[in-house]
């Protein structure tokens, strides 16, 4: 189903310098009760968020300091359970990419599948974006789909990998579906020779 | 030439499934059998609904309510409102769609990874997902099986295929004697302490050797359940004579001659002699014993009789600062042995460790003797075929002697999402396969361990090494 069009975003960026953040992390299980996809992010790292009683805690997503639409975090970011809620999360959070300098697979696959783009670059560069956050959290990233980098107000710059697919999908707001259903036809046959 | 050239067994069964390859985009992946349970369809059925679209072929799904269903007084009506709306809402869509539904109080409900198998609805050779991340135990049977979002659960829905990269290969060779207490769980918790819950990221594996020949049915499903605990995005085991006599038979397996024409195909599933890994990994099953987990993921193990890691033994600066937040969540100090920890709670489920073979194990370490009086035990089958049997053989009764609470099948403590939490604080040996914070229940903890280090804490009230009960 026809996306926002997402070709170059410019945006300040809340730090995350966590490695290893998995997906009950992310959205606690607790949470993936809804039948909708909508409303998730009220969730997004709620018990880093919020004490069992609704209290604010001291996490980043709660200080006014830190706001934009590109989460940067440790490595291995989105380990653990398959749950797409947490893209979802991440999504309805207002997060448009996530950087870090390694992805869980799943979650990679998930969170490109929800119009959120992760980035991924080198171990280096991620701690140069957190020290840049840490100096100004204002500072401007910019995130260029077309010639895949990503770039800081300091002109620092990093090229990323995305593949051509889903970088056709991205910039033109298709989704997977409207690939397969164009090739309805050549699975149906498939089915017959093979059921 | 290329057609000869010698192909792993994982390459075989997906290029049997392709039905579109284009360079630069991922391949179209013919789907064989989908399953499907409450918590990652609802909005899958939303998309369908919006588009305007039915089920490509109906046959192909099976559904099943599992994730929070409640495990005692399964005729009432759920209580819980989230949970309760989610089992009516897959009703409804499996009503509206056409779909096959083991709901609950069918004689074939359960854990969607437990029923798969024992209704003969997983074969080798096949192609099988599901929106839950241990799809990976139907690899057993060698079949390619693996989790998916529910964007793909959507896809498979709406075109029975999904898009796909293929995985690199990896493969696991584990060969030797078992020692004595030791069983399949501690198998892959060994593998999973040695190459981290990160390990295997990227990789489809596939596991060898004379130690996995000589597992049963049920054991190697345990093993490639937790295939997605090194971060692989499966495991398979190549099917033999274990695989066709535990098929047969099985309610939707196919029968009589049928059945001896695909076995001779079946035969036919394994890696060529020369075909190339990307990666081998060996083990030697005499260096394996019981293991338990101490930390918050499942890389976090070691033997029973070791002591914990300290900051200096470990390498890696990210898995020092693990360890730290780790412990710290788990109320554990670096250093210290975990033999001897009294805990509260024992949890003996999920579909790693919730099909007959692992009720009859508990059963027969437990028979006559009483659990430990401040410990609460559960179990809980996999699957209403396995409670059944259970009861027919009496386990039940065993059950009942030993103050055990056998209660119905469903997920239940495996992830807190059900009525069945491990409160705050508490801790739980449990025979599931996670323990990442708050798997259990808000701020709960969990020991991962095998069905018979899981009856020993029962018993004793404690962690304990099961040699010396043996
Ligand atoms: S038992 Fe646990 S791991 Fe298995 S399907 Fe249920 S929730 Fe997932």
């Known amino acids: 189903m026809a996306k926002d069009k997402f070709v170059i975003l410019k945006s300040s960026a809340v ?13 606690p299980a607790r949470f993936l009760k809804a039948t909708t996809r909508e409303g998730f992010g009220e969730n997004l790292f709620r018990d880093w968020r919020y004490t069992p009683d609704n209290q604010p805690k001291d996490f980043v997503l709660n200080n006014s300091t830190y706001s934009g639409k590109i989460l940067v975090a440790g490595k291995n970011f989105g380990c653990g359970s398959s749950r797409e809620h947490a893209a979802w999360a991440l999504h309805d959070f207002g997060f448009k990419v996530v950087v870090s300098s390694f992805f869980a697979d799943i979650f990679k696959g998930n969170a490109l599948n929800n119009s959120v783009l992760p980035v991924v670059v080198s171990e280096s560069f991620l701690q140069t974006i957190f020290t840049e956050i840490e100096k100004n959290p204002q500072t401007e990233i910019t995130v260029d789909i077309e010639n895949q980098t990503i770039s800081l107000a300091n002109g620092q710059s990093e090229t990323f990998e995305i593949n051509a697919y889903k970088k056709t999908c991205l910039m033109n707001g298709y989704d997977d579906i409207d690939y397969l259903l164009s090739l309805n036809e050549e699975i149906r046959a498939f089915d017959l020779v093979n059921s | 030439m290329m057609a000869n050239k010698p192909k792993t067994l994982f390459d075989k069964i997906w290029d049997k499934h392709v039905v579109k390859s284009q360079v630069g985009y991922p391949d179209v992946i013919f789907i064989d059998r989908h399953f499907i349970h409450e918590v990652t369809s609802p909005q899958a059925f939303d998309g369908l609904r919006k588009r305007g679209i039915q089920v490509f072929n109906r046959q192909r799904t099976t559904a099943t309510a599992d994730h929070n269903v409640p495990t005692k007084d399964q005729h009432l009506p759920i209580k819980e409102a989230l949970s309760r709306h989610q089992v009516e809402t897959l009703r409804k869509n499996c009503q509206e769609f056409g779909l096959e539904l083991y709901d609950l109080g069918h004689p074939f409900q359960g854990i969607v990874h437990i029923i798969g198998p024992e209704l003969g609805l997983t074969l080798p050779g096949m192609t099988i997902v599901c929106g839950d991340s241990h799809t990976s135990t139907h690899g057993a049977f060698g079949n390619i099986a693996f989790g998916i979002g529910t964007s793909e659960v959507e896809q498979v829905l709406a075109t029975q295929c999904i898009l796909q990269y293929k995985p690199k290969r990896m493969k696991i060779e584990i060969n030797g004697k078992l020692g004595k207490g030791v069983v399949s769980k501690d198998i892959i918790l060994y593998i999973i302490s040695k190459i981290s819950a990160s390990g295997a990221t990227g990789y489809f594996v596939e596991y060898a050797g004379d130690t996995i020949r000589n597992l049963s049915m049920e054991a190697r499903m345990t093993i490639c359940n937790m295939s997605i605990e090194m971060g692989a995005r499966g495991g398979l085991i190549a099917p033999d004579e274990t695989t066709f006599a535990y098929i047969k038979g ?9 059945f001896e024409r695909l076995v001779e195909e079946w035969k036919a599933l394994k890696t060529d002699e020369d075909a190339e890994f990307d990666r081998v990994l060996t083990f030697q099953a005499e260096d394996i014993a019981p293991m338990i987990t101490y930390g918050t993921n499942p890389g976090m193990g070691i033997k029973i009789t070791d002591r914990i890691p300290t900051q200096a033994e470990l390498q890696d600066i990210s898995e020092q600062n693990s360890l730290t937040k780790s412990l710290a969540y788990m109320g554990l100090e670096a250093g210290l042995p975990l033999l001897g920890k009294a805990i509260d709670y024992v949890f003996i489920g999920s579909c790693t460790n919730a099909r007959i073979e692992d009720l009859r194990l508990v059963a027969d370490f437990v028979k006559g003797k009483q659990k430990a009086e401040n410990v609460e035990v559960w179990v809980i089958p996999g699957s209403k075929q396995v409670e059944k049997q259970a009861i027919a053989e009496g386990l039940d009764k065993i059950f009942a002697e030993a103050g055990f609470e056998l209660r119905s099948p469903g997920c239940s403590a495996c992830l807190g999402m059900n009525e069945d939490k491990v409160p705050a604080g508490k801790y739980c040996v449990s025979t599931s396969n996670r323990n990442f914070e708050g798997r259990q229940g808000p701020q709960s903890r969990t020991f991962l361990a095998s069905p018979l280090t899981a009856a020993v804490a ?12 043996i």
């Open chain 1, 15 to 27: 730090p995350l310098p966590i490695e290893n953040v998995d997906t009950d992390q992310i959205i």
């Open chain 2, 250 to 258: 099985r309610k939707f397996a196919p029968q009589g001659a049928d």
């Open chain 2, 458 to 469: 029962a018993i004793t009230g404690k962690v304990g090494d099961v040699r010396e009960f």
